[in-house]
């Protein structure tokens, strides 16, 4: 990942575009935005317990905040990035030899938007 800086926003790149961008306001506040999936190190953990998968990426930038008169200080803003992977669940469906055909809907239970 490749990482970028113009004025208040951090851009991380990869060769597919853009990855993230953080603004970080004059006020202190901030705009985090994720534009693809990061590569996590356990594709198993869903990320559901932060406190114990693995799935659970920290971003952390340096900040310096400058008041009016030209004092500073330093800081880090860190950005937790859990993932969030497919939640799919066993399906099944009755079929009836007699009749010769089923219907059915193996995603209704499932949430691939994550």
Known sequence: MTLSQT????TGSNANGTVF???VNNDG??????????DHPDATDTGSDPDHDSDTINLDFGI???DGDGD???????????DDGVEAFDDF???NVGSGATTGNVLDN?????
Not at 7 to 10: D, K, L, R, V
Not at 110 to 114: A, L, R, T
């Open 64 to 66: 310096t905040a400058t």
């Open 21 to 23: 961008t953080l603004t």
């Open 29 to 38: 506040t901030y705009t985090y935005t994720q534009e693809q999936p990061f």
């Open 93 to 95: 469906n009755d079929f």
């Open 7 to 10: 004025g208040n926003t951090i």
């Open 72 to 82: 500073s200080s330093t800081g880090t803003l860190t950005i937790t990035v859990q």
């Open 110 to 114: 499932d949430d691939p938007s994550n």
